[in-house]
Nanobody, 124 residues
Framework: QVQLVESGGGLVQAGGSLRLSCAASGRTFSSYSMGWFRQAPGKERESVAGISWSGDKTYYADSVKGRFSISRDNAKNTAYLQMNNVIPEDTAVYYC?????????????????WGQGTQVTVSS
C-alpha cells in the first residue's frame, strides 16, 4: 500500500501560481502512476492531470492544458502539480491518487489510493 499526503494549497489571486505536492510513503513510489483530481463544491470530482511511473508520459484535462504541469521526483517519493495562470474556476479541493497499474489517464476508477486533499481557492 501507499499513503498520500497533499500540501501546498491555499489562497491565490487569479493569474497567479501555486505548486501542489503529493508525498507518498513506501519504497515503491516509482512503480505507481500518479494523478491529480479536483472537486469543487456541488460538483463531481474531475480529472486534472496524470503521469506515468517513469514520468515520460503525461495526461491533461482540456480545462488545464497549457496552464498546469504535472511532474514527479521518484527519488523524493513526491509528485507535483504546478498551477500557473489560475482562474476562479480552478477553486476546488485537489486530490492526488496513485495507480498500481500503468494507467495515468483521467478516470478516477483507474486509481487505487487517494490522499485527503488540499484546498485551493482562487480569488478574482
Amino acid at each position: 500500500q501507499v499513503q498520500l499526503v497533499e500540501s501546498g494549497g491555499g489562497l491565490v489571486q487569479a493569474g497567479g501560481s501555486l505548486r501542489l505536492s503529493c508525498a507518498a510513503s513506501g519504497r515503491t513510489f516509482s512503480s505507481y502512476s500518479m494523478g491529480w483530481f479536483r472537486q469543487a463544491p456541488g460538483k463531481e470530482r474531475e480529472s486534472v492531470a496524470g503521469i506515468s511511473w517513469s514520468g515520460d508520459k503525461t495526461y491533461y484535462a482540456d480545462s488545464v492544458k497549457g496552464r498546469f504541469s504535472i511532474s514527479r521526483d521518484n527519488a523524493k517519493n513526491t509528485a507535483y502539480l504546478q498551477m500557473n495562470n489560475v482562474i476562479p474556476e480552478d477553486t476546488a479541493v485537489y486530490y492526488c491518487a496513485a495507480a498500481r497499474t500503468p494507467y495515468y489517464g483521467g478516470s478516477a476508477g483507474g486509481y487505487d489510493y487517494w490522499g485527503q486533499g488540499t484546498q485551493v481557492t482562487v480569488s478574482s
